[in-house]
């Protein structure tokens, strides 16, 4: 039900096995998505035989902000006022150089 909203996937013949002595590991790629706010979450997966679950594992995933987003975000929270000059000062500069490319001659 909450596949088409992202919120769980199911992923046949995704996973990736390798034995280790007498551990199985494995290994699912999924696509995260992007609307997923930083925190953590709760990974579990499933291995399902013959219909029925024979084996669960979980582990927790830390999603963080990184790059020029973290960045912003942080210059946002510690120092609004720098934060709200410059957003006014881009503002005013993307509307000059549009001015610019617009202007009749």
């Known amino acids: 039900m909450k596949e088409t ?18 551990f199985e590991k494995y290994a699912v790629e999924i696509d995260w998505p992007y609307q997923a706010p930083p925190g953590q979450y709760k990974a579990i997966a499933y291995e399902v035989k013959d219909m029925k679950v024979s084996d669960v594992a979980q ?6 902000q990184d790059g ?8 946002a929270r510690r120092n609004g006022a720098l934060y ?14 549009i001015s610019l490319v617009f202007k009749k001659i």
């Open 84 to 97: 709200g000059a410059l957003s006014i000062i881009i503002a005013l500069a993307v509307g000059f150089g």
């Open 5 to 22: 909203s992202r919120l769980y996937a199911i992923s046949p013949k995704t996973v990736a096995m390798a034995k280790t002595g007498n």
């Open 59 to 64: 582990t927790n995933i830390t999603v963080e």
């Open 68 to 75: 020029i987003v973290k960045a912003i975000s942080t210059m």
